[in-house]
């Protein structure tokens, strides 16, 4: 969850200052009196505005599902504060104080990614049970976090459809069981499932201080993390670019530094509009893909417009693509063929503006991390919004360029079934050619848009309901039908294309705008060898009530047996594509 932050000017606190503990009602077994204590725990550690406390206007609710929120129970103004927590109840995944100061690393847990070193760090609070002073709050964790690794059964994994999604699956998936094997059973494989995906779906970050190497730390922030998600959001129909945007959150949280000698650092949550009674106080996630959402959150955002779609995994595979598609074998020299190459990396490397920011931060991060960061990066995106990555936009005109003045020099276009219609002029062409990759990665997925969008509709559950199914379904099925009266098939157009290059030439379609930032909080991968002194570490705290961790098997499997999340955020996917196709010649 990375929303506003105020800048940090010195370095965030460690856990090393220990919450205090409740009295006796903390030890109740059922989930409201775990609640109950949390909130009394919170309150005798300094929380001001704790849901339901004297002088508080908010109250935390818990649903039929057992999912929890915040609640306004009296009218909030735009700017009010409506929490402040002092950070020494965050647990972070930074090492006690002092450890930093160490010259070398000896214990091999900063080798570990943030993810791995802040879920061990549960699994350890809790082994410690009573003695751990965050007990009460390690109490109201939710048993299971309905994320893919936790919940989805091999079928689900196979319904997602979508490459890119199925190989991050695969590697969560992975960097459980690599930190499982690191800590040599000192925990099970389940536990490193729930704990992994509750940190990730529970984390706030931080912009790091000179401590951290300018490493942004992770905290999992007690109350803070109850509050649930609404971000930005379509209000356009379906396929209209740019879409409209609306922001759905109404709470932003900050840090605040230490003021005067006993001051401490806080995290302020105030309100962002005016709030009124019955509402949900809502936080923004951050500016995230759908990606995020399924595979660490666990559910797909009704019409996030900072979804996106990967169509290449390089710039390198972009450019092959390209030439495949649109150079005839032969129709250049191969020495003006490699000069026409090298100008497109050239073009598309001059549009990198974040890789000098992202060398900063690739060098503070654990070097298996670093390289999921940089593949991360390195891919080539479409967005829910029609934005284009930077870096093809530059590739792809120079090439086009090239490729346009041979044909005019040779005074003839390449012959049908050799290579694609290059189109008018270089726009119109980033058009076709994104179409042409859209059309491919469509055909590439077993289902089609409208049969996902009619099962979808077909559902009748609350949380689809923000998604409008029914009426995607009836503004997509209007729009390929108007699209395939015209052109024949959307996925087969190709020649049509060719035909109505005339008139599409002349519209005036969305211009493609640049986009080169990229997320970069995918999870990270540990050191692919046996940390043996990370394992040391684990094993020390492994107590014999490990398995009381993991949420019971029948709660897995009955959450897991749910395949609506997969189809979802595979409809999203479609729609971003079907938008490209649609476009290309509206
Ligand atoms: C930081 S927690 C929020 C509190 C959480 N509801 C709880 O009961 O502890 C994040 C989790 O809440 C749920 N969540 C948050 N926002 C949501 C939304 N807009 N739709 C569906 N689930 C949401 C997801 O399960 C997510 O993994």
Redesign the pocket.
């Known amino acids: ?1 990375t929303g506003a932050f105020g800048r940090c000017k010195r370095s965030l606190p460690t856990a090393a200052a220990e919450p205090k503990p409740v009295e006796a009602e903390a030890q109740q077994p059922e989930s409201s009196s775990n609640l109950q204590s949390f909130l009394q725990w919170a309150l005798a550690n300094g929380v001001e505005g704790v849901p339901g406390s004297d002088g508080s206007k908010t109250g935390l609710y818990t649903g039929e599902g ?4 915040v609640v306004c129970l009296q009218a909030i103004s735009k700017g009010e504060t409506i929490m402040r927590l002092p950070l020494r109840l965050a647990i972070t995944d930074q090492e006690e104080e002092g450890r930093e100061e160490q010259a070398e690393d000896t214990t091999g847990v900063e080798r570990q990614p943030w993810s791995v070193r802040l879920a061990g760090k549960l699994l350890q609070m809790l082994q410690q049970g009573d003695a751990c002073p965050w007990k009460p709050y390690l109490a ?3 048993r299971v ?3 893919p690794l936790t919940t989805y059964s091999w079928d689900d994994v196979q319904a997602i459809q979508y490459p890119p999604m199925r190989r991050q699956v695969d590697h969560a998936s992975w960097l459980a069981s690599s930190a499982c094997q690191q800590g040599n059973g000192a925990f099970t494989r389940e536990q490193w499932d729930w704990a992994l995906s509750v940190v990730h ?2 984390t706030f970050g931080a912009p790091g201080g000179s401590s951290t190497g300018g490493a942004g730390v992770r905290m999992l922030v007690p109350l803070v ?6 971000g930005d959001y379509i209000t356009s129909p379906p396929g209209q670019m740019p879409p409209l945007v609306q922001a759905g959150d109404c709470v932003r949280w900050d840090l605040k530094a230490p003021v005067g000698p006993e001051g401490e650092w806080l995290m302020d949550l105030s309100a962002t509009r005016d709030i009124a009674e019955g509402e949900e106080l ?1 936080l923004s ?1 951050g500016e995230r893909s759908n990606d995020e959402f399924h595979l ?4 797909v ?1 009704a019409r996030n417009p900072h979804d996106d779609i990967t169509l290449f995994t390089d710039i390198e595979g972009a450019i092959d693509w390209w030439l495949s598609a649109y150079l005839p074998a032969g129709a250049l020299p191969p020495q003006r063929l490699q000069l026409v190459i090298n100008a497109a990396y050239n073009s598309a490397e001059q549009e990198d503006t974040s890789a000098q920011a992202a060398q900063a931060v690739l060098a503070t991060v654990p070097r298996a991390e670093a390289a999921v960061i940089r593949a991360e990066l390195e891919r080539i995106k479409l967005s829910a919004g029609g934005m284009v990555d930077g870096r093809l936009l530059a590739a792809y005109r120079t090439l086009f360029e090239a490729a346009a003045s041979q044909q005019q020099q040779q005074q003839e276009e390449p012959a049908a079934g050799t290579a694609a219609r290059l189109g008018r002029d270089w726009q119109q062409h980033m058009r076709l050619a994104v179409a042409r990759r859209s059309r491919e990665l469509l055909k590439e997925m077993p289902t089609p848009l409208l049969q996902d969008l009619e099962q979808l509709a077909a559902e009748d559950t609350e ?1 689809q309901q923000a998604h409008c199914w029914a009426d995607v379904l009836k503004s997509y099925a209007a729009a390929v039908a108007a699209f395939e009266a015209e052109h024949g098939s959307l996925l087969d157009c190709e020649e049509n294309e060719r035909d109505t290059s005339a008139a599409a030439a002349g519209s005036a379609g969305p211009d493609a705008a640049t986009s080169s930032g990229s997320t970069i909080s995918e999870p990270a991968l540990p050191d692919a060898g046996v940390d043996a002194e990370f394992a040391r570490l684990l094993l020390q705290h492994a107590a014999s009530d490990a398995t009381a961790l993991a949420p019971a098997a029948e709660e897995r499997a009955g959450v897991g047996s749910s395949c609506i999340l997969p189809v979802t955020y595979r409809a999203y996917k479609k729609m971003i594509l079907t938008d490209a196709v649609l476009l290309c010649v509206a």
Do not use: I, K, W
């Open positions: 969850m057992g999912e929890r929120g109201v964790l939710p976090v309905p994320s779906s529970r993390d109850m509050l649930n998600h609404a809502l996630y660490h959150y666990g559910f955002p949380q």
